[in-house]
């Protein structure tokens, strides 16, 4: 940053007379026209989304249609849309000035290469998938090269650029330091604006699970990608939370409203499967974010516990082949007997280990975790006492019924007709609102505040009273109860427990790996980061289905740029992003920080 | 107290009373942070024990701070990533009972209590000038502000006795004077402050008595001008005087200079005399004694 400075200020010197020297493109065109070619590329792109890319439907959406977008093509326009509202934004049109307050680049730039992306990305899949560029039509082509044109807009656009390349690209992407002081809106307009937020939220999630193909996931994702990193650097994420912290409740209220109401947007109940999976998952994620978002123990067997709930749950669920096999509770109980058992091997687990440190807590965590595992595979009366049937585990778990209400069949509500896993899945919102409210409750509390004060310095808390053993415990039976909960549903869902879900890593969630990924990724010590870590990481796999073994590949590689880019996660919680980028505004520091590693992640984010 | 075969801290014995500013002196490695150890319970003692106002204390850091012994680190140890606020507020974690079940149902109790905590912490936070503060994270504190938070939070487990590990180190003259005034001001209060300081300036202002320690034996014990005196003290420091001709005279000098230099700055050996000494009238009520013992190897 200095050295480009200084370089601007010696050109000044030695030529004297150019007005702003600092500010021009990284290509030589006026303003004018990187504007003009901005908006043209953006409705061009948009429009191109119209023609038809390919002359056979063997590509999957079938975009072989002149006159009508299908599959990527309305990714495609989505992008060329929004590449033209931001233009249109910064041509100063009125209306629109809320889309870009800070007037800066970014935003412009951003849509702009999500249009690219997601374009290019189509075309090379089809000329990948069907062998060879004859396969597109001249719709293909247009759709390229209209896409292609915003970016060489948005390179024209002038930036206080130096001599390093690298420097003047990120100077393109870069989210201002400053936006202008916020207006103040009024209660009732910031209960439209998250309503509104929450239907265009729940439209785009809903969107993204009823893909059905993993071409159309990947542009889904690469969009959703751009326009939240053009949005990000308009300044309107920030805005919107502040919004948010105005109305917790309400917005808290939505969130579950919008919840409830996607089984009711689903025709298929297969995609209703996918929700109470994502669901499960994304519960347990928040239960082991107690233990590692608040309290910082690296459990790397936390998966075990959701077993245990599960196999408590399949043992009194009436099954015929479980062991108690005349017992049948009724769910409260069964729900209820699947936490405890859960918060006793918690216990049981957590005193002999917890007294442990860092990396010797994780391994040993790892290792209880697959003393699970590797146990239940041999309590089935040969090689041990009989009680999980072993690796056959415990099948035809009968389903749910709630005063007549059985979970298991399809009903009709109002129009609607709720498959099994529909359901289901409106039973495990429940569940989540209670984990959810566990989880606030807690962490901002006594307790909470002693969990956070033994992550950030053990010695230092338990010098300040803290029984750092005792809360540790309770964090770690906290959440191996909340995880047993979620295996009571879980048991339920999938009919069955076997033992081959519940190992450290696999390629498929849930299992130890990927909730701690679904943590870390997500956001540690946040609520909606873990949520939203699992519902990617349970779609990237099933929708995927090309990746196959490779999964797990694409998916440390993913992890490894995520870390080196954003390392507090994806939604980050005001310390973690304080800690990483010091760009809060409560918290601007008065002197040097004391450590100069976050400006060089802040550059990179 | 032992580590292997090195003796770090051996038969130091002394007593803290009431409304009493004792300070700690040695140079470096003389066990003084090792002593402050073993009495919070941080590391346990091999052998004898710790006793506040006549109760042994079991070595468990958290014990000890309930019992009413709090204390500050050399390094600052603070809760980086936690609001100034919160900070204080892990402080009052011992004299706070609402466990995760109150937490969770939210009674009526919970909030009382909740509220309580956050007034007594906006008192401390008050008492030591950062209230203005109360929202920033630690880390973002300037350093001497970082000194000043971490006694709030050790005032904030309402302790009988204050152990501060070299409160003034890094600071400059003037935030000398006012961490200076502060633990004054705390002393006044009632609380007894036990100090290990290297400002020898700062330790003669402040304290009623004075304790040496050397290579982990306590070498005396007593007032300003009582310990200044001593030869013994004098050697730790600076080592023997010569035997030989270019004796006394070059020391005289070396002293003057010194002590001309205490005027601008802190002077960093016991020989400088300084001015007054600590006003020390705080009645004796109650009485905290803290001792360990070990045994000679």
């Known amino acids: ?605 | 107290m032992r580590f292997g075969g090195l003796t770090a801290v051996r038969s130091v014995d002394f007593t803290v009373n009431s409304g009493e500013i004792v300070g700690l002196i040695g140079p470096n490695g003389a066990g003084k942070t090792t002593f402050f150890n073993c009495l919070t319970g941080l590391y346990v003692p091999t052998e004898g024990t710790v006793s506040y106002k006549g109760t042994v204390l079991p070595p468990k850091p958290h014990l000890v701070t309930k019992a009413g012994i709090a204390r500050t680190f050399q390094n600052i140890r603070l809760f980086a990533n936690m609001t100034v606020l919160e900070n204080v507020l892990v402080g009052r974690h011992t004299r706070t009972k609402e466990g995760l079940w109150s937490a969770l149902l939210r009674g009526p109790g919970f909030k009382k209590a909740e509220k309580a905590s956050e007034e007594r912490a906006m008192e401390l936070l008050e008492f030591v000038g950062l209230a203005h503060k109360r929202d920033h994270l630690a880390r973002n504190l300037p350093y001497g502000e970082q000194r000043k938070l971490e006694i709030a939070r050790a005032l904030a487990s309402d302790p009988g006795l204050l152990l501060l590990d070299e409160p003034t180190a890094g600071m400059n003259p003037q935030e000398t004077r006012a961490t200076e005034e502060l633990v004054f001001a705390i002393r006044d209060q009632g609380i007894a402050v036990l100090l290990i300081e290297h400002d020898m300036r700062f330790v003669f202002n402040l304290s009623d008595r004075v304790a040496v320690l050397v290579q982990g034996e306590k070498l005396v014990e007593g007032t300003a001008e009582v310990v200044q005196a001593d030869e013994r003290v004098v050697a730790a420091y600076l080592g023997e005087p010569f035997e030989g001709a270019p004796g006394e005279e070059e020391a005289a000098e070396v002293a003057e200079a010194e002590a001309a230099k205490a005027e601008t700055g802190p002077a960093k050996t016991s020989v400088t005399k300084t001015e007054d000494e600590a006003p020390a009238d705080a009645p004796a009520e109650e009485e905290s004694t803290t001792s360990t013992k070990g045994e000679a190897q």
């Open chain 1, 1 to 605: 940053m200095i050295d480009v400075t200084e370089t601007q200020k010696t050109t000044t010197d030695t030529t004297a007379t150019a007005a702003a020297p600092s500010a021009r493109g990284l290509l030589p065109l006026p303003l004018a026209t990187a504007r003009a070619l901005l908006l043209a590329g953006g409705i061009a792109t948009s429009a191109s989304a119209y023609m038809a890319w390919t002359w056979t439907d063997e590509f999957p959406g079938d975009l072989t249609v002149n006159g009508y977008p299908g599959g990527l093509q309305w990714l495609t326009f989505v992008a060329g849309i929004l590449t033209a509202l931001f233009t249109l934004s910064s041509y100063g049109v009125r209306g629109l000035g809320w889309l870009l307050p800070a007037k800066n680049n970014a935003p412009v730039v951003l849509a702009a290469l999500g249009g690219f992306a997601t374009t290019w990305f189509a075309v090379i899949a089809i000329t990948v998938e069907l062998g060879g560029v004859v396969n597109l039509e001249p719709g293909g082509w247009i759709a390229a090269v209209a896409s292609l044109i915003p970016v060489l807009g948005a390179l024209a656009l002038p930036e206080p650029l130096g001599d390093d390349l690298k420097d003047n690209l990120k100077k393109y992407v870069a989210k201002p330091d400053r936006f202008p002081a916020p207006k103040a809106i009024a209660p009732w307009v910031e209960r439209a604006i998250i309503t509104i937020v929450t239907i265009i939220g729940l439209a785009v999630f809903t969107y993204g699970i009823d893909t059905e193909y993993g071409e159309l996931f990947v542009g889904y994702l690469i969009l959703v990608t751009f326009s939240l990193w053009a949005l990000h650097t308009a300044g309107m994420l920030d805005t919107f939370s502040r919004i948010v912290a105005h109305n917790r409740s309400f917005t808290l209220a939505m969130g579950f409203a919008a919840a409830i109401a996607f089984p009711f947007t689903q025709t298929d109940d297969h995609y209703a499967n996918i929700g109470v999976n994502i669901l499960i998952f994304g519960t347990v994620a928040l239960g082991l974010n107690i233990v590692v978002g608040l309290a910082g123990l690296l459990d790397l067997g936390y998966v075990a516990f959701l077993g245990v709930g599960a196999y408590t749950a399949a043992l009194v669920s009436g099954s015929e082949f479980s062991r108690f096999s005349g017992v049948q509770f009724p769910f409260w109980a069964s729900a209820l007997t699947g936490a405890a058992a859960s918060l006793v091997f918690g216990v049981l687990i957590g005193a002999p280990t917890l007294r442990l440190r860092g990396d010797y807590l994780a391994i040993v965590t790892l290792g209880f975790g697959e003393i699970f595992r590797i146990a239940v595979n041999n309590m089935d009366g040969d090689s041990g006492p009989d009680i999980t049937n072993g690796p056959n585990g415990i099948p035809s778990i009968p389903d749910l019924s709630f005063f007549g209400f059985n979970l298991g069949e399809s009903h009709d509500i109002a129009g609607f007709t709720l498959g099994r896993f529909a359901n289901y899945y409106l039973l495990m919102v429940l569940i989540m609102a209670i984990v959810v409210l566990v989880y606030t409750r807690a962490a901002d509390s006594r307790i909470g505040r002693s969990w956070i004060a033994i992550r950030e310095d053990e010695t230092a808390a338990t010098a300040m009273g803290i029984n750092g053993f005792r809360v540790k415990l309770i964090a770690f039976a906290l959440g191996a109860a909340l995880a047993g909960l979620a295996g009571t549903v879980s048991a339920h869902v999938t009919y069955s427990v076997v033992p081959t879900p519940y190992q450290f890593a696999g390629s498929t969630p849930p299992n130890s790996a990927f909730l701690l990924a679904a943590v870390v990724l997500g956001g540690m010590g946040t609520v909606a980061g873990p949520l939203l870590g699992a519902a990617l990481l349970y779609l990237l796999p099933e929708k995927l289905n090309f990746l196959q073994d490779k999964s797990l590949l694409a998916f440390g590689i993913a992890l490894v740029l995520l870390m080196r880019f954003r390392p507090e996660g994806i939604i980050a919680n005001r310390r973690q992003q304080l800690e990483f980028h010091e760009t809060g505004q409560l918290d601007v520091p008065e002197q040097a920080t004391l450590t100069d590693e976050p400006a060089v992640t802040k550059a990179g984010a």
